[in-house]
């Protein structure tokens, strides 16, 4: 479990992590989002004991980080791909970790065939890896002590398709088992398929905290959008159906079922080109309504 309450820092008269608060339960990921600058990489350092927080605190296993005896056999920790020794292997890498851990060897090849990089990969210099292989080596590092909490800054940046997939599915078995995964992501698509519930957080501060099902709701109604759209705002009206459009192009939420805005469109001989229930709001739609940010921030 990770416990977060009230974490500060400021730098100077700069807020950077403004009174943030929340839970990590176990079996569950918790996908960890905000737009650049928001704040989520000095909370992640705060609760890994490696930037000093200004007030407030986090505690993982309810002991905070640098309490934590041999902490990489409690928690597993991946913020930066790029601090490796470009000189090892990555063999040799996971080998000196398992010696610091007290961990047996046996692991070692076992989590290189696990994210990908055994064979002449493990023999390769770090120095001479992709981003994307890094990557997979800093998540098998943070599996080595066989932890039971994982906190994971953008691991699936620089991973092809195949290799998001396979980060995913990681990261859900390890869930499944009990553990608790804290993950920061932009690519918003992937959390939603992988998150139990969504912690967003913009100038430092929480502006959404909750399971998928209670921030992804769906509106109630039907979506309609017709070739005339006057002509379906009238229908619509004529048949005392409350309805507001949700695009320019003419589409209408109705507060109302499929079967009645169809009846009320073919009564005024009005063409339908879509009528349907109204689908869950995305991730990508929640973090644009609750931010204000644009698309390009999105997958910045």
Do not use: W
């Not at 040799?92 to 990908?116: Q, W, Y």
């Not at 990089?117 to 994307?132: E, H, I, K, M």
């Not at 159906?241 to 949700?246: G, I, K």
């Amino acid at each position: 479990m990770i416990c977060v309450e009230q974490l500060t820092k400021r730098y100077g008269e700069h807020v950077a992590v403004d009174g943030v608060s929340f839970r990590c339960e176990p079996g569950t990921v918790t996908g960890f989002l905000g737009p650049n600058g928001a704040g989520k990489s000095t909370t992640m350092r705060m609760i890994c004991g490696l930037t000093p927080p200004t007030s407030g605190g986090a505690t993982i296993q309810g002991v905070p980080y640098r309490q934590l005896a041999n902490p990489g056999r409690h928690v597993g920790v991946l913020l930066d791909a790029s601090a490796q020794h470009a000189g090892r292997s990555g063999r040799e890498t996971l080998a000196l970790c398992a010696r610091v851990l007290d961990v047996d060897r046996a692991r070692v090849g076992e989590l290189l065939a696990l994210v990908g990089l055994s064979g002449p990969a493990a023999r390769r210099r770090v120095g001479g890896y992709s981003f994307g292989m890094r990557q997979r080596l800093g998540v098998a590092q943070a599996l080595l002590g066989d932890p039971a909490v994982l906190i994971l800054d953008e691991p699936t940046s620089g991973l092809d398709p195949e290799g998001v997939f396979q980060m995913r599915t990681l990261l859900r078995d390890f869930a499944d088992r009990g553990g608790t995964v804290l993950l920061s992501s932009h690519q918003l698509r992937e959390i939603e398929a992988v998150a139990d519930r969504i912690v967003m957080i913009a100038k430092g501060r929480v502006v959404a905290d909750g399971t998928k099902g209670e921030l992804l709701t769906a509106p109630a109604g039907t979506l309609v959008a017709a070739v005339d759209p006057a002509a379906l705002h009238a229908a619509l009206t004529a048949a005392g159906l409350s309805h507001h459009p949700t695009d320019p192009a003419g589409t209408f939420l109705v507060d109302a079922s499929a079967d009645a805005v169809g009846r009320a469109a073919a009564n005024a001989g009005v063409v339908l080109r879509e009528l349907r229930p109204a689908e869950h709001e995305g991730l990508e739609e929640m973090f644009l309504s609750r931010l204000g940010s644009t698309p390009q921030e999105v997958s910045s």
